[in-house]
């Protein structure tokens, strides 16, 4: 059971109490829909061929990959790059503590 309410804190506890490290290869490796493991490479081509990918997207991103489980679209931006860079501070700091 964490102790604290606040988000960050319940974080930093289960790092500290497991010694958990944040690795940039694992790193959203889990599916957002069905928690599935892993990703195979989409061409530009094939993810517009299934009509799920916003057309600006197919204009700017060259990579895309689907979830090995559930076959749900994926690609690289901002969002992602934000959240590695985020949690990869976030973990650093706990490690030192």
Same mark, same amino acid.
Request: glycine share 6%.
């Given at each position: 059971?964490?102790?604290? +309410?606040? %988000?960050?804190?319940? !974080?930093?506890? /289960?790092?500290?109490? &497991? ?32 009509? +799920?990918? %916003?057309?600006?997207? !197919?204009?700017? /991103?060259?990579?895309? &990959? ?32």
């Amino acid at each position: 059971v964490v102790s604290s +309410d606040e %988000p960050k804190e319940q !974080l930093q506890e /289960v790092v500290s109490r &497991f010694g958990i490290s944040l690795s940039p290869a694992d790193f959203m490796m889990r599916c957002a829909v069905c928690n599935g493991h892993g990703y195979d490479a989409v061409s530009r081509e094939e993810a517009a061929a299934r009509g +799920d990918c %916003p057309p600006r997207i !197919l204009e700017t /991103v060259e990579e895309f &990959f689907a979830c090995k489980r559930c076959k749900k679209l994926y690609w690289e931006g901002p969002k992602s790059n934000g959240s590695l860079e985020h949690f990869t501070q976030l973990f650093e700091t706990f490690n030192r503590q």
